[in-house]
T-cell receptor, first 114, second 114 residues
Framework: AQSVTQPDIHITVSEGASLELRCNYS??????LFWYVQSPGQGLQLLLK??????LVQGIKGFEAEFKRSQSSFNLRKPSVHWSDAAEYFC????????????FGKGTTLSVSS | NAGVTQTPKFQVLKTGQSMTLQCAQD?????MYWYRQDPGMGLRLIYY???????DKGEVPNGYNVSRLNKREFSLRLESAAPSQTSVYFC?????????????FGDGTRLSIL
């Protein structure tokens, strides 16, 4: 069965430091992969998506993610974190079947220290 | 540009009461979804509607019913609320049902069952 694992429940990063959030997926075919961000009290906003082609994808707010098929990973990165990046981040995989179009990981909460 | 609008934003119910959560989208999307978000669990799909006139169960449908009133609106009903249904409920929409298509989320309804 398809699944998404985000190994880190909570990460704290200093403002200005680099960030990497980990995501591993389990899916038999080529996956469609997404990263969403959720600010407190808000809904989810799409950061970026991977379908095919270049394995390094750029998203909004300065985020990027790299698809590594050999490692079944789709890690999210940002070179320099801003305090406003504090939020919860969800990795999701498109499962390819109607109705289960997105399977979410359990999320990683990012805190930014000054 | 409202996107996906959910009402109400907050609600407190007593066990056994009924409640309908409303969702409307103005993006002319065909597919709509209801998720629940619980701490440490990520988002889990309750029901979805691939197109107007169709609805199907997701991962956790028990205790819920849905109605796709028209292309814009997709409601979620709790007939007899239980404390286990205390959660944050998100409505989402996408152009079509498909693993490669991103979903757009509302801001959520925070529901407490006493």
């Amino acid at each position: 069965a398809q699944s998404v694992t985000q190994p880190d429940i909570h990460i704290t990063v200093s403002e200005g430091a680099s960030l990497e959030l980990r995501c591993n997926y389990s899916y038999g075919a080529t996956p469609y992969l997404f990263w969403y961000v959720q600010s407190p009290g808000q809904g989810l906003q799409l950061l970026l998506k991977y379908f095919s082609g270049d394995t390094l994808v750029q998203g909004i707010k300065g985020f990027e993610a790299e698809f590594k098929r050999s490692q079944s990973s789709f890690n999210l990165r940002k070179p320099s974190v801003h305090w406003s990046d504090a939020a919860e981040y969800f990795c999701a995989v498109g499962a390819g079947q109607a109705g289960t179009a997105l399977i979410f990981g359990k999320g990683t909460t990012l805190s930014v220290s000054s | 540009n409202a996107g996906v609008t959910q009402t109400p934003k907050f609600q407190v119910l007593k066990t056994g009461q009924s409640m309908t959560l409303q969702c409307a989208q103005d993006m002319n999307h065909n597919s709509m979804y209801w998720y629940r978000q619980d701490p440490g669990m990520g988002l889990r799909l309750i029901y979805y509607s691939a197109s107007e006139g169709t609805t199907d169960k997701g991962e956790v449908p028990n205790g819920y019913n849905v109605s796709r009133l028209n292309k814009r609106e997709f409601s979620l009903r709790l007939e007899s609320a239980a404390p286990s249904q205390t959660s944050v409920y998100f409505c989402a929409s996408s152009e079509l049902t498909g693993a490669h298509l991103p979903q757009h989320f509302g801001d959520g309804t925070r529901l407490s069952i006493l």
